[in-house]
């Protein structure tokens, strides 16, 4: 520990605290030092996880670009690498810690600087384990201490030693900040940042703090900006949209601000994720009301049965749930409705689970992330004593996602032989010849084509349909 600095370690109980949020509009300064000792080095990024942290690698190139380094494929040749963790799943970060170990590798035949952001840098209990064993880690980032990166890592390169820099208390919005996006035909704009909702089996409130919606004139310009730049598409990006505004202290919808950016004519908008409890059917007016707002609506149902949804602390039974997609589907009957679902949570009884599968039935979904339940410490359902056995669990996962695929290739006879606008999203990685796409409505596509229409909206026939995405061919 003698090598190591500490600034801050993360901290769940201060996670948990709100408080007041401050909105910093000051541009990153660069020292002299730090240009003139990090001209044409290299660095290489993994991005594990949600958009959220995606958006955030985005500014860590940013950052990384003003101090000077430039981007490297071959990690082999970098002099700095970051590691954008994922802490929503325990697979996640198992995935994170053996990428972590074969750095130690790495770094052995060639002096380079190792980070650790991301969600993973904000739990008591992975900090600790990663200051003890893995002692090639130069610094630790926490996810509220993204524009620290350039003073830390004067810091460690100063002293050559490791630095710790993770803030839980969260309450602040820094905007401004660098960033160079991964596409230059859409874009995530985060609208809030963390989450207020505590379910009671996420790590997410504790590792991104407590819910701070940006002021909506930064998010306006920000997408303004995008729309003079070409952009096609823009995901607007928070934990819960649908609460987006009520902690601004004038207070401000998500419909309000989604009919602003639509009116702003961006050929596609779109958000996510929804909440159930929050969702308002405004929002679906608005949706009804401006063409460039994708038919998509993702809307996490978590559990079909009441107790276990009383016991994830949702805020909504099975019946609001239901009703709640009966009025969207009335509204909007095109709509293309997605959820998350997550199997095996503690003591799930069977009866619980079949309530799962009824609701699936009624609710038709176009598409599924389904999950086995994973305990994150620190959350209370990790207190909460588990007497389903995995084997259990895995079956009951089995059963879900044979329903699901069932119903979503009974949706997909609907596409076929018809021709839809399709935003051609990239070259698909098993074929150099076919292209991937999403239809208005977010359903994926794949076709023939050439590389040069990745960016570009182009016609599609459907010609045959795959479970998970459409096959088609481009109408010239
Ligand atoms: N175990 C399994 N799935 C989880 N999710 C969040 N926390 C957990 C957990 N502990 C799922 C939820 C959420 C999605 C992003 O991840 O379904 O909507
Ligand atoms: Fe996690 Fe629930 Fe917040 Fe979604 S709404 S991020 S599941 S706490």
């Given at each position: 520990m003698a090598n190591t600095i500490i600034h801050s370690c993360p901290s769940l109980k201060l996670a948990r605290e709100r408080k007041e949020t401050i909105t910093s509009y000051e541009k990153?300064?660069?020292?002299?030092?730090?240009?003139?000792?990090?001209?044409?080095?290299?660095?290489?990024?993994?991005?594990?996880?949600?958009?959220?942290?995606?958006?955030?690698s985005e500014i860590y190139k940013g950052i990384l670009n003003e101090i000077g380094y430039k981007p490297t494929l071959d990690i082999k040749k970098a002099d700095l690498v970051l590691i954008n963790t994922c802490a929503v799943r325990e697979n996640a970060e198992n995935k994170v810690l053996g990428e972590i170990g074969n750095l130690k590798v790495l770094k052995a035949k060639k002096d380079m600087v190792i980070i650790i952001a991301g969600c993973m840098a904000m739990e008591e209990?992975?900090?600790?384990?990663?200051?003890?064993?893995?002692?090639h880690?130069?610094?630790?980032?926490?996810?509220?201490?993204v524009a620290k990166l350039p003073s830390v890592l004067e810091e460690h390169l100063k002293t050559k030693k490791r630095i710790i820099c993770v803030n839980s208390g969260s309450g602040y919005?820094?905007?401004?900040?660098?960033?160079?996006?991964?596409?230059?035909?859409?874009?995530?704009?985060?609208?809030?940042?963390?989450?207020?909702?505590?379910?009671?089996?996420?790590?997410?409130?504790?590792?991104?703090?407590?819910?701070?919606?940006?002021?909506?004139?930064?998010?306006?310009?920000?997408?303004?900006?995008?729309?003079?730049?070409?952009?096609?598409?823009?995901?607007?990006?928070?934990?819960?949209?649908?609460s987006y505004g009520k902690d601004l202290k004038k207070k401000y919808s998500f419909a309000k601000l989604l009919e602003e950016v639509a009116k702003l004519k961006m050929p596609r908008l779109t958000f996510l994720t929804s909440h159930p409890y929050d969702f308002s059917l405004d929002?679906?007016?608005?949706?009804?009301?401006y063409k460039n707002i994708e038919p998509y609506?993702?809307?996490?149902?978590?559990?079909?049965?009441?107790?276990?949804?009383?016991?994830?602390?949702?805020?909504?039974?099975?019946?609001?749930?239901?009703?709640?997609?009966?009025?969207?589907?009335?509204?909007?009957?095109?709509?293309?409705?997605?959820?998350?679902?997550?199997?095996?949570?503690?003591?799930?009884?069977?009866?619980?689970?079949?309530?799962?599968?009824?609701?699936v039935k009624k609710c038709q979904y176009d598409g599924a992330f389904t999950f086995i339940y994973s305990k994150r410490s620190g959350t209370p359902a990790a207190k909460m004593i588990d007497k389903i056995s995995d084997k259990e669990k895995g079956m009951r996962f089995k059963e879900l996602t044979t329903l699901l695929n069932k119903i979503i290739e009974k949706n997909n006879k609907k596409y076929l032989n018809n021709t839809y606008e399709v935003l051609v999203d990239s070259v698909s990685k098993n074929n150099p010849n076919a292209l991937t796409g999403r239809l208005m409505n977010n359903k994926m596509i794949n076709f023939e084509g050439d590389s040069n229409l990745v960016g570009k909206l182009v016609k599609v026939k459907v010609t045959s349909t795959h479970i998970h995405y459409l096959i088609g061919k481009l109408i010239k």
């Open positions: 990153i300064k660069i020292s002299s030092y730090l240009k003139s000792h990090l001209k044409n080095k290299k660095y290489y990024i993994y991005t594990h996880g949600c958009q959220a942290n995606y958006r955030d209990t992975l900090v600790d384990l990663l200051i003890k064993t893995f002692l880690v130069d610094i630790i980032l926490g996810t509220h201490d919005i820094h905007e401004n900040l660098p960033s160079i996006r991964d596409y230059k035909f859409k874009a995530f704009v985060n609208i809030a940042y963390g989450c207020d909702k505590f379910c009671t089996y996420c790590i997410v409130p504790y590792t991104r703090g407590r819910e701070r919606s940006r002021d909506p004139k930064d998010i306006i310009n920000e997408c303004k900006e995008l729309t003079k730049k070409g952009y096609k598409e823009i995901t607007l990006l928070g934990q819960n949209v649908d929002i679906i007016d608005v949706m009804k009301k609506l993702h809307l996490p149902i978590q559990s079909g049965d009441d107790a276990t949804l009383k016991l994830m602390g949702r805020k909504y039974d099975s019946k609001k749930y239901l009703s709640l997609v009966n009025e969207i589907k009335k509204k909007m009957p095109n709509i293309f409705l997605s959820t998350d679902i997550i199997v095996g949570f503690p003591n799930e009884s069977k009866t619980a689970f079949n309530n799962t599968l009824k609701a």
